[in-house]
């Protein structure tokens, strides 16, 4: 995945539907990227989601991924 955010982590959310990844926020430390999800998808997250939402370094390693609904 290119990287195109320009702190130390971005959220990208995946759209299964149309093929489209979309970087919808960055953030400073993995912890707070993490917060940043669990506050923007909420009960969104499940086994069962299509979409998928992953949190990318800057060397563009997905370090956290997340199914959302």
């Known amino acids: 995945m290119p990287v195109q955010h320009t702190k130390a982590f971005g959220i990208y959310h ?3 539907f149309d ?7 960055e ?3 993995l912890p707070e990227a993490e917060a ?3 506050t ?3 009960g969104r997250i499940g086994p069962h989601g299509a ?3 992953d949190v990318v370094n800057q060397a563009g390693t997905v370090v ?3 199914t959302v609904a």
Do not use: M, P
Request: proline share 0%.
């Open 14 to 16: 995946w759209d299964t």
């Open 19 to 25: 093929n489209v990844t979309l970087l919808v926020e």
């Open 27 to 29: 953030s400073d430390s």
């Open 36 to 38: 940043i999800v669990a």
């Open 40 to 42: 923007k998808y909420g």
């Open 51 to 53: 979409d998928r939402v």
């Open 64 to 66: 956290a991924q997340y």
